[in-house]
């Protein structure tokens, strides 16, 4: 169960649901209920194996222009009803994991819920949701307090699990990291170098200059405000690459907006190109683009404040490139500090937040870990080269799907 599915996926969610799914199929009878329109393209990506089954749903219409939490409950409950027959019942993210608590309970089936970030270390989504925010964070409590078992996709997330549901049995928490699928994450070869080439200078990105790649949606978990001021600091001749969509609120896109503006104009006059160095792309790039973007990089960077794993890491390690990230949550997990990349240390408010306590040192030391690692392409290519073998050594989709059976096999034989 989940909100996010090909063709709509725009999150790590919607990534790590896909790539689950995917590799299930051969092991037991998949059937993915998923947010949205049935449409065509639906399928797991991957290898040659079986597809999961597929059922989509739309918000009810009596909900429609109802706040957004009220809408997700709607569509929760048409996919609880639909779970007859189940063994098991599945659910990933808040937005599916009442559908899954109620299933549970309707057809006296276990729950399983991954958790890919937690409500009470997001509070800034009251931004977007209003009182909807209360209803989300009620949701995703009733169903971890009611699951069979919660899958943590980092020990990081392990402990902020328990940190923040204290009532929580630790024996019912397991850790099944996220994962890689190193077929389609990586570098192109052969006459795929040309395709590729054209396929950035397309983009505006010039692939003979040296270039930090950001990717993620536009919210405050993520840290793109932290990076723009950063990236101030960087030379001139440095590209900062953006595939940055999808805002939680207008309120955010414009204060990115203004920070992307001023960064233009301030490195425009060194260099004399039109956007200064700075390169934005807005909309949600296929995956062939994106990793012809991520090989033209030198750099990935990943300044979030709150980061349970960051599947866009292990992308960027898969294809070659350093990660330089900031120390936070699972992150820790995946970049090696000094061996595939850098780890940018940070002192963080306790109030949820994961707001700096000093905001200009945690940008300057930002600042400071990208141009070590820029500046030096030869160490930097060494890093990417040691990041692809660290993901395909530690993180294979086979692993997580044969953890994620035991997970399965452990709740209905309780």
Not at 125 to 148: H, M, N
Not at 257 to 269: I, K, P, S
Not at 310 to 334: D, F, K, R
Not at 374 to 393: I, K, L, N, Q
Request: aromatic residues 6%; glycine residues 12%.
């Amino acid at each position: 169960m989940t909100r996010e599915y090909p063709p709509h996926v725009y999150g790590g969610a919607g990534v790590h649901v896909t790539e689950l799914a995917g590799v299930l199929s051969p092991l037991a009878d998949v059937r993915v209920r998923h947010f949205g329109p049935e449409e065509p393209g639906t399928e797991a990506v991957g290898p040659a194996q079986p597809a999961p089954a597929v059922t989509g749903y739309l918000t009810p219409a009596g909900l429609a222009g109802a706040n957004p939490a009220l809408a997700t409950l709607g569509t929760d409950l048409e996919i609880a009803r639909d779970c007859a027959g189940a063994d098991v019942v599945h659910s990933h993210t808040w937005y599916a994991n009442l559908a899954g608590h109620l299933a549970g309970l309707l057809h006296d089936v276990p729950h399983v819920v991954t958790a890919h970030s937690l409500e009470p270390l997001r509070p800034w989504k009251a931004e977007q949701l209003g009182g909807g925010y209360a209803v989300s964070s009620w949701a995703e409590r009733t169903a971890y307090l009611g699951a069979s078992a919660i899958i943590a996709v980092s020990g990081g997330m392990r402990r902020d699990i328990l940190r923040c549901y204290p009532d929580l049995d630790p024996a019912r928490v397991h850790v099944v990291h996220n994962g890689i699928d190193l077929s389609g994450w990586r570098r192109p070869a052969g006459h795929a170098v040309d395709e590729a080439e054209r396929t950035v200078r397309g983009l505006g990105i010039d692939p003979d200059r040296p270039a930090v790649v950001f990717v993620g949606r536009i919210t405050r978990q993520k840290g793109l405000p932290y990076l723009l001021r950063a990236a101030a600091a960087l030379p001139h001749d440095v590209q900062v690459v953006l595939c940055a969509g999808a805002p939680d609120t207008p309120e955010l896109m414009n204060e990115v907006r203004g920070l992307v503006d001023g960064l233009r104009e301030a490195r425009g006059a060194g260099d004399g190109d039109g956007d200064g160095g700075i390169v934005w792309i807005e909309r949600m790039l296929p995956r062939e683009e994106l990793v012809a973007v991520l090989a033209a990089g030198t750099v990935f960077v990943c300044p979030s404040v709150y980061e349970p794993l960051g599947i866009v890491n292990l992308e960027a390690m898969a294809v070659g490139l350093p990660v330089v990230a900031t120390a936070t949550g699972g992150i820790p997990e995946v970049v090696d500090d000094g061996v595939t990349g850098a780890l940018v240390p940070i002192e963080q408010a306790d109030d949820g937040t994961g707001t700096p306590l000093d905001p200009d040192r945690f940008v300057a030391d930002l600042a400071a870990t990208l141009d070590a690692v820029v500046s030096d392409p030869a160490r930097a290519a060494a890093m990417g080269e040691a990041g692809r073998r660290r993901a395909r050594e530690h993180f294979s989709w086979a692993a997580i799907a044969e953890d994620t059976m035991d997970v399965y096999r452990a709740v209905t034989a309780a």
